[in-house]
């Protein structure tokens, strides 16, 4: 569609460039990290410090989880935990820069970590104790991550959308430990 000013006038709520360029320069001069940033910066950070916590707890445990688990059948499960490991360090990583992003320092700090994390670190006492712990520590999350995509709202819709993505992969890591539990036990432990 041609610029027109028929079009821009279609749009009002679209900021001219002239505009977003002059504010950006003059918010970089002041030093703002995020200066269009709707909500509240201090209280995202700290809520994204304890999201960070429960996602380092989450690698810690599949590690454990993808090394120490034993008995038949336990290869198969052992590579899921191993996977799962993997894309929860990927959530790290995401949650980390999204509190640099803001202007924070990601939280890495051992002391304090499980308090400030959602879920808990248990390690089971074997197969079957530890596909169930996974499970509700990824229920845990999916409770939590559900809760934050509606605090985040539209005042901060790249928060948002960086939990949303984590939403969906909690999800299947909770189905799979589900089907997993199930193939292991016969039925379900938990309901849904
Ligand atoms: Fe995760
Ligand atoms: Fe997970």
């Known amino acids: 569609m041609p610029d027109t000013d028929k079009t821009?006038?279609?749009?009002?709520?679209l900021t001219d460039v002239k505009t977003l360029r002059e504010r950006a320069r003059r918010h970089l001069e002041s030093g703002d990290v995020m200066p269009s940033y709707m909500g509240d910066a201090g209280k995202t950070i700290e809520i994204l410090q304890s999201v960070l916590?429960?996602?380092i707890v989450c690698v810690l445990r599949y590690t454990m989880h993808s090394?120490?688990?034993t008995g038949i059948s336990s290869e198969g499960v052992k590579a899921e935990f191993a996977q799962h490991a993997k894309e929860e360090r990927e959530h790290v990583g995401a949650v980390a820069e999204r509190?640099?992003?803001?202007?924070?320092r990601p939280n890495?700090?051992?002391?304090?970590?499980?308090s400030r994390s959602a879920s808990e670190?248990?390690?089971g006492e074997n197969l079957v104790d530890m596909i169930r712990e996974n499970l509700i520590a990824e229920r845990i999350a999916v409770d939590h991550y559900r809760e934050l995509v509606r605090y985040f709202g539209d005042d901060d819709p790249?928060?948002?959308?960086?939990?949303?993505?984590?939403?969906?992969?909690?999800?299947?890591?909770?189905?799979?430990?589900?089907?997993l539990l199930v193939a292991h036990e016969g039925r379900p432990m938990l309901k849904r």
């Open 67 to 69: 090394i120490a688990a």
């Open 53 to 55: 916590a429960t996602e």
């Open 158 to 179: 790249a928060t948002r959308v960086m939990i949303e993505g984590i939403l969906v992969v909690e999800e299947e890591h909770a189905n799979d430990m589900h089907d």
């Open 99 to 104: 509190i640099n992003q803001l202007g924070g």
């Open 108 to 114: 890495f700090n051992p002391e304090g970590l499980l």
């Open 121 to 123: 670190y248990a390690e």
């Open 8 to 13: 821009r006038a279609a749009k009002p709520f």
